[in-house]
C-alpha cells in the first residue's frame, strides 16, 4: 500500500477532527519528552518515539488540507533563513 494512501484511509475513519487532536496530542508529548531530557530525567529513545508520531500526524494534515507544494515551498525557504542565520 502507498503511504499517501494509509494516510488517507486513516483520516477515512477516525475523521479529520479526532486526527487534529490526536496531532495536537502527539505534539504535545513531544514537548513533554524533550522537557523531560532537558531535566535530566528523558532519553533519546522516547524523543524519537515521539518525533515518528508526529511526523506521521504532520503528514496526516498536510493530506486533509491538501498542502504538499506549500509546505514543501515553505521548507525550503525556511533552509534558506537558517542558512542566512548561520553564516
Same mark, same amino acid.
Given at each position: 500500500?502507498?503511504?499517501?494512501?494509509?494516510?488517507?484511509? /486513516?483520516? !477515512? &475513519?477516525?475523521?479529520?477532527? !479526532?486526527?487534529?487532536?490526536?496531532?495536537? =496530542? =502527539? $505534539? /504535545?508529548? $513531544?514537548? !513533554?519528552?524533550?522537557?523531560?531530557?532537558?531535566?535530566?530525567?528523558?532519553? &533519546?529513545?522516547?524523543? /524519537?518515539?515521539? #518525533?515518528?508520531?508526529? /511526523? #506521521?500526524? #504532520?503528514? =496526516?494534515? #498536510?493530506?486533509?488540507?491538501?498542502?504538499?507544494?506549500?509546505?514543501?515551498?515553505?521548507? !525550503?525557504?525556511? +533552509?534558506?533563513? +537558517?542558512?542566512? $542565520?548561520?553564516?
Amino acid at each position: 500500500m502507498d503511504i499517501t494512501e494509509l494516510y488517507k484511509q /486513516s483520516i !477515512k &475513519k477516525f475523521g479529520r477532527d !479526532k486526527q487534529l487532536i490526536i496531532a495536537i =496530542e =502527539e $505534539l /504535545s508529548e $513531544l514537548i !513533554k519528552e524533550i522537557t523531560k531530557y532537558l531535566r535530566g530525567i528523558g532519553n &533519546k529513545q522516547n524523543i /524519537s518515539e515521539e #518525533i515518528a508520531d508526529c /511526523s #506521521i500526524m #504532520i503528514e =496526516e494534515i #498536510i493530506q486533509m488540507f491538501n498542502i504538499n507544494e506549500e509546505v514543501k515551498n515553505w521548507y !525550503k525557504y525556511k +533552509l534558506i533563513v +537558517l542558512y542566512n $542565520l548561520i553564516h
